[in-house]
């Protein structure tokens, strides 16, 4: 059985029970080295996720008879590595019903909570390894990205600053740790800033008017 448990947004206490029950019935145990550091108890076996994908699939499917775990960030079908596990296997029906997915509280579901914001009609993205269509997607009234060190908070107000409009972005910094931060400024105000070194963020960009 391959289930991929979502580990919230990082501190322990964001862990469902059920993800932590999965990992103790746990014999593998798959994920980033910051995941698996989080486990130190861990008596199985361990295996250190890295981007060799095909690789990890290849894997899976030479050990249908175990019980594996891998270790997802926030929610494992939030642009995170459940989709690329549930796509490949719903194509091999007999190992398709050995996949489950315990859901996680994603980074995006904690900063909306944090800061009061109703996740009613807000549009959900990320820019980890793509380029977003900004003419698309800054249409939206309300907007939640997940980013990376490539686009980030203030490619995002550049972007925001260049089509003219007027937008508050909110920018959660490593959610849920000790060193959380939460900051609410205007498009402006992050362009002014310059190019800062930010810890690992949420953006939710909201309309002015």
Known sequence: MITVVGMGPGAAAHQTRAA????RQAEVLVGGQRHLAAFPDFRGETRC??????GLMRWL???????????????????GIGKRISEHFVGLPAKGQN??????ISSVQYLCA?????MNDIYLTSSH??????????????????????????QIAQEIRLRGQQRRM???????????????????QVVQRGDMDYGLNVVVILNER
């Open 20 to 23: 932590l029950a999965a990992i």
């Open 99 to 104: 996949v489950r997915i315990i859901s996680g």
């Open 61 to 79: 499917e030479q050990n249908p008879h175990r019980q594996i775990v891998v270790l997802a960030s926030g929610d494992p079908l939030f642009y």
């Open 129 to 154: 390894g793509r380029k977003p269509d900004f003419d698309w997607l800054l249409q939206h009234e309300k907007i939640a990205m997940v980013t990376d060190n490539v686009i980030g908070p203030y």
């Open 170 to 188: 909110v920018i959660g910094e490593n959610l849920s740790q000790e060193n959380e931060q939460i900051v609410c400024l205007s498009a402006e």
């Open 114 to 118: 944090r800061i009061l914001l109703d």
């Open 49 to 54: 996720l890295n981007a060799d994908m095909d």
